[in-house]
């Protein structure tokens, strides 16, 4: 428990120090918006709003992906993980913490995002802040799960950049599909629809729990 | 390792050969004679190559997570090789099951691609074991890549059934038939199909002996030139 506070505290330290990861992450998903406007037909806002949460959410996982590797591309150097891999404590909570790290930075950046969305293509999302916040969480949490635990797997083969999508993405449909279907639910109702957070909740949950066992034999050295 | 153990692989490897030979036999005999489908016509009989194929694939997918857990269990090498050579076979059944599924939809359904999603798990589970490939390939090390293929193996288990239900509530409409129920055949292509079954799982577990008599003879001539160079 306590190694699980000390790498988060320690992972969201450095990144508070250096700053690297968050602003290239915001950078890369803005410019993700700007493509998105190429390839949307103008004077279409029935079109925009009806492919935005799809949108929305690949832009997500493009910044993930920027973003999930530094976070043990950095561990690397200097042969920390092997350090921290000598904590004395199941490294299930080594995962975790680099887990919630990941997903408290994801959460500014897709925040951050979501209002370039909102004003670039001129989405109502403002009105329903506080259920996108809760979609985002959720949605965030599945990625963030297996996303570590891969980027872990990921940054030590000889080709980390194109290894982490390959492996994630497949993974990850049901969580996009969930949230994907949620955001657009939301952005129609008005209202959270319980589908899709189930759907969410559990896949969560399996992927968290599974990346939290599996984590011990990716350390494994 | 012993080489006792790959004569055992051997031994089996040849048995299954025989078996595949006279099941093969057989199969292209029954399905020469099935009754040709009213209303589908003679591309109906796709079916006993597809849907076997199907079978297979999953078989080694499965095979591929719980030899991959059994091998982080018990560290044994060659319980990894067992895995990877599982994954293998299964990539090229499921890539069967992906050019026969065009060809029946295209004839069928009338278009050759639809996200089903029975397809579209399909298609999935490839990429996933494709990457399970790629990611072995690209790991140095073959223990840390047999810990790496284990653990993803494992994780793609599991999206399996998460990905079915996603995506059969949200992600397409289905039109593949709803399961092969009892009786859902029609008169006389019971017997092609399931021998088809019978002959897609033992040329499955046939080309997985092999791979595994290679992958074995491989890592012993490697544990051989490498005493070689210390010596």
């Not at chain 2, 060659?78 to 992906?98: H, I, K, Q, T």
């Not at chain 2, 840390?144 to 949200?170: K, M, T």
């Not at chain 2, 039109?175 to 019971?190: D, F």
Request: charged content about 15%; some cysteine.
């Amino acid at each position: 428990m306590n190694v699980f506070l000390a790498v988060l505290w320690k992972d969201l330290l450095t990144e508070w120090r250096s700053r690297d990861r968050v602003v290239s992450m915001l950078l890369f998903s803005l410019l993700v918006v700007v493509v998105f406007h190429f390839a949307l037909p103008d004077n279409a806002p029935e079109t925009t709003r009806a492919v935005a949460p799809g949108l929305l959410w690949a832009a997500y996982v493009f910044a993930a992906l920027l973003g999930m590797n530094r976070a043990f591309a950095i561990e690397l150097e200097n042969e920390a993980l092997s350090g921290l891999a000598l904590a004395p404590a199941d490294r299930g909570w080594i995962f975790l913490g680099k887990a919630l790290a990941n997903w408290l930075l994801l959460m500014v950046v897709e925040a951050v995002t979501a209002g370039a969305f909102a004003l670039a293509f001129d989405l109502p999302l403002g009105s329903v802040a506080f259920p996108l916040a809760a979609v985002l969480a959720l949605g965030s949490a599945g990625l963030a799960a297996v996303g570590t635990l891969f980027a872990a797997v990921a940054v030590r083969t000889s080709y980390r950049e194109v290894m982490l999508p390959l492996l994630l993405v497949p993974v990850l449909v049901p969580v996009l599909l969930g949230a994907v279907r949620a955001t657009a639910e939301l952005l129609a109702s008005g209202a959270l629809p319980a589908g899709p957070m189930r759907l969410l909740a559990v896949t969560d949950a399996v992927f968290l729990i599974g990346s939290f066992v599996l984590f011990d034999y990716v350390l494994e050295e | 390792m012993a080489a006792n153990d790959r004569t055992h692989v051997s031994r089996a490897r040849a048995g299954s050969g025989w078996l595949l030979a006279a099941s093969l036999a057989a199969y292209a005999a029954v399905v020469a004679g099935a009754p040709i489908d009213a209303t589908q016509g003679p591309i109906q009989k796709i079916l006993y190559l597809h849907v076997p194929c199907a079978f297979a694939a999953y078989l080694g997918f499965a095979l591929t997570a719980l030899v991959g857990a059994l091998y982080l269990w018990r560290s044994e090498a060659r319980l990894d090789r067992a895995a990877a050579a599982a994954a293998e076979v299964g990539v090229v059944f499921c890539s069967l099951v992906l050019l026969t599924g065009p060809i029946w939809a295209r004839g069928t359904w009338g278009r050759w691609w639809s996200w089903d999603p029975r397809l579209t798990v399909t298609l999935l589970l490839w990429f996933i074991y494709l990457a399970y490939l790629l990611l072995r390939g690209f790991t140095e090390g073959s223990e840390r890549a047999a810990r790496f293929a284990a653990v993803y193996g494992i994780v793609g288990l599991l999206a399996v059934p998460l990905n079915y239900f996603a995506i059969q509530l949200f992600g397409g409409r289905a039109i593949h038939p709803e399961n092969l129920a009892r009786g859902s055949l029609g008169a006389g292509m019971g017997l092609p199909f399931a021998l088809g079954v019978v002959t897609a799982l033992v040329a499955f577990v046939h080309l997985w002996l092999r791979r595994l008599e290679v992958a074995d003879l491989e890592s012993e001539e490697a544990a051989a030139t490498h005493g070689a160079g210390e010596a």
